[in-house]
């Protein structure tokens, strides 16, 4: 009995997310391929797909462009500030929660209200807190008793405070959420008989729990590391790269290229880069996501 | 843990109720300015000192966000030196948020579900398949973005709503796909296995048993994925240009040449574009640990 072929039930069923997916990152990475390999510019009236290739110009470029290296330093170096801070509040937070006590749940839900927010709305309260005349300003010139109107985000080696502190203030609850969801499901017995032996908190913070709380640790710290490495609306929000290409992160050089300067090739190169970049670092580090294996 | 180091003395208990008020007070500091600039009158955005709470509360922002004549009225009548440019009315923004939010989110649960279903029961595509819709995530947006404005010209797809609900049912499916196949897991197979004895189908005996036992979980799921569309700006940015206007891009909209940012309306529409998010996020507080990490962790 000849059985006409046919998809197997079960792959059937992944079938309308696997084709979802497909169309929007496979389609256009090859996309992006053939652009990286042109200096198409929307403006210049050519289709896309009749651009000239310049082959491995872009790259070359890329390679020269202080810009494009300043950006992905200064993205890295915002990753490594934010997720230690975040990380470093979370777990210094959570200590307060180990026990119960009367308003606890209430605390928890207030703390966890930054990462409720719209995070485009997130960043325009923060303009609004670093405006010259805003009240950050105006609680330094109480503490200092005289006149202290600093234009933060005018500033090209002080713009990036405010990011910074908008991307920890909204982020850092969701770390704190899940260290302390860490806390409460560890095993009590360790922490118990240390206790008993009379070891002192500071050790058992140092010494067991920590050790436990490793894996939670690092999904926590690999999961806002990813994120992070991505900023984009507080960026745009509040300085949009600027002054000049001060706070520029990589999503915003990228999209000043494709958006102001309409460097479609140019930018889909840089895209490829990162691309690469990213994806072997994640399949260096994804491996704490697998429970399974 | 009850019994893990209880900071036993007076003092210390005092210094905790002292840091964790502190932290209250952070956490909520950027939401109460938020709401108090969306009640100043409009002398009162940059004022110098800062004014904290208002003495004259109005609704003039909110007026201004929902009704865009009113602003151009009110802009002609008394503030002369303020440029209330403001493009389109907040309804249209609200309204295709919703819409967009919706479908996609729809789109995304039901693709995720089966796709969970398959992966938890079956295997499919081995130990490694599931970590391909993850890379959705890693991804910076902004890279897949430049080829899909060339695709979605090439499509016509670019300023429609089909181009967003494709756009970001692709970019939630991961979470979908993640958070349902943990809820999934938590039901014994042999559950199936029995109803499919009785003989029922797979599929049957997946839609009779086992989703009404994950109902919660996935609406959960849902709520979660609401969210995060609702929220989402650069792809609204930069795939849409004036037909469709998406909250975040509204939100983005008042700012006009002559006076810079128009804090007083931006927080308005910040307040209310905030308010169903936050509305969801409590509603499923339980659960978000578990989304926000793929379902790795759970309560």
Request: glycine share 6%; charged share 10%.
């Amino acid at each position: 009995m000849a059985r006409r072929f046919s998809i197997p039930f079960n792959v059937r069923l992944v079938l309308p997310a696997q084709l979802t997916m497909m169309a929007v990152v496979l389609v256009p990475t090859l996309i992006a391929i053939w652009l990286s390999l042109t200096d198409w510019q929307p403006t210049s009236g050519v289709p896309w797909y009749q651009s000239e290739l310049i082959w491995f110009w872009n790259f070359n470029d890329l390679w020269f462009d202080d810009r494009f290296t300043a950006a992905l330093i200064r993205t890295i170096i915002v990753v490594a500030v934010c997720v230690a801070a975040e990380l470093g509040i979370a777990l210094s937070l959570a200590l307060l929660f180990l026990d119960d006590w009367p308003w606890r749940k209430l605390a928890v839900s207030v703390i966890i209200l930054p990462m409720m927010i719209v995070p485009v709305d997130a960043a325009n309260a923060f303009f609004m807190l670093f405006n010259e005349r805003g009240p950050i300003n105006h609680v330094i010139s109480l503490l200092l008793g005289r006149r202290f109107e600093f234009s933060w985000l005018s500033d090209a080696n002080w713009a990036m405070a405010p990011i910074m502190l908008a991307e920890i203030w909204q982020w850092t609850p969701l770390m704190f959420l899940l260290v302390l969801t860490g806390f409460m499901n560890l095993p009590r017995n360790q922490v118990r008989a240390a206790i008993v032996l009379g070891a002192s908190p500071v050790r058992i913070f140092f010494r067991i729990m920590l050790p436990l709380l490793a894996p939670v640790i690092t999904l926590a710290v690999l999961i806002r590391a990813i994120e992070t490495f991505k900023i984009f609306d507080p960026v745009y929000i509040l300085t949009r790269g600027g002054p000049g290409a001060s706070t520029e992160t990589i999503s915003m050089f990228m999209y000043n290229g494709a958006f102001v300067y309409f460097r479609m090739g140019y930018v889909a190169a840089a895209a490829l880069i990162v691309l690469v970049v990213v994806t072997a670092i994640c399949m260096a580090l994804a491996r704490p996501l697998q429970r399974h294996g | 843990m009850a019994e893990t180091p209880p900071a036993g003395s007076r003092f210390w208990r005092a210094a905790r109720r002292v840091a964790v008020l502190a932290a209250m007070a952070i956490a909520f500091f950027p939401i109460f300015w938020l709401v108090s600039t969306s009640l100043k009158p409009h002398e009162e955005w940059t004022s110098s000192p800062p004014v904290w709470v208002t003495s004259q509360p109005t609704l003039q922002n909110y007026r201004i966000v929902f009704f865009p004549e009113a602003a151009r009225r009110f802009a002609a009548h008394e503030a002369g030196s303020l440029d209330y440019k403001v493009s389109g009315s907040a309804w249209k923004a609200f309204g295709d948020s919703a819409l967009i939010a919706t479908l996609a989110t729809f789109f995304s649960v039901v693709f995720g579900t089966l796709a969970a279903y398959s992966i938890a029961r079956y295997r499919t595509g081995g130990d490694n398949y599931p970590f391909q819709f993850l890379t959705i995530r890693m991804f910076p947006p902004i890279a897949v973005v430049v080829p899909m404005v060339v695709l979605f010209s090439l499509l016509k797809l670019t300023d429609t709503y089909a181009g967003m609900v494709i756009a970001y049912t692709a970019f939630t499916l991961p979470f979908s796909i993640w958070m349902i196949r943990s809820f999934i897991e938590e039901v014994p197979a042999e559950l199936e296995g029995a109803a499919m004895v009785h003989g029922m189908t797979p599929m049957r005996a997946f839609l009779t048993i086992t989703v009404p036992l994950i109902k919660g979980g996935v609406l959960a799921t849902a709520l979660f994925v609401f969210i995060l569309n609702w929220s989402e700006f650069l792809f609204a940015l930069t795939l849409t240009s004036g037909h469709v206007v998406t909250v975040t891009v509204q939100v983005a909209n008042y700012v006009s040449a002559s006076s810079g940012k128009l804090y007083g309306v931006q927080a308005a529409m910040g307040t209310i574009s905030t308010i169903p998010v936050i509305l969801f996020g409590y509603l499923i507080q339980r659960h978000l640990v578990r989304g926000l990490s793929f379902g790795a962790i759970k309560r």
